[in-house]
């Protein structure tokens, strides 16, 4: 099974950017789509950003569209957030996480089997 540790997180003001980096180990990351998820304190968790396995193909959900690019590097078995633009309503606990199976990037948490432990991310005004 592959395993995921994310890093990037921290304190920025509001519209200054961050880049979250999740980075696999025990299987190559290629093998999975990979998506960003985050969960606020109070909050359900919810869908941030997925990626497909080549890199082709990225949804994100309406309130990121514009500010925020997931992307990944299969050689380096990292996957990327570049968050831009944050908000206030942006800070919260993100993880990456990794679908192994053949089907379209999903937005369902539940579809996905591998997750990081988290970072950080608070936005101050």
């Known amino acids: 099974q592959v395993q995921l540790v994310e890093s990037g997180g921290g304190l920025v003001q509001a519209g200054g950017s961050l880049r979250l980096s999740c980075e696999a180990s025990?299987?190559?990351?290629?093998?999975?789509?990979m998506g960003w998820f985050r969960q606020a304190p109070g909050k359900e968790r919810e869908f941030v950003a997925t990626?497909?396995?080549?890199?082709?193909?990225?949804i994100y959900v309406e309130s990121v569209k514009g500010r925020f690019t997931i992307s990944r590097d299969n050689a380096k078995n990292t996957a990327y957030l570049q968050m831009d633009s944050l908000k206030v309503e942006d800070t919260a606990d993100y993880y990456c996480a990794a679908d192994r199976a053949f089907r379209p990037p999903s937005t369902d948490w539940k579809n996905y089997d591998y997750w990081g432990q988290g970072t950080q991310v608070t936005v101050s005004s």
């Open positions: 025990g299987r190559t990351l290629s093998g999975y789509i």
């Open positions: 990626i497909n396995r080549s890199g082709s193909v990225a």
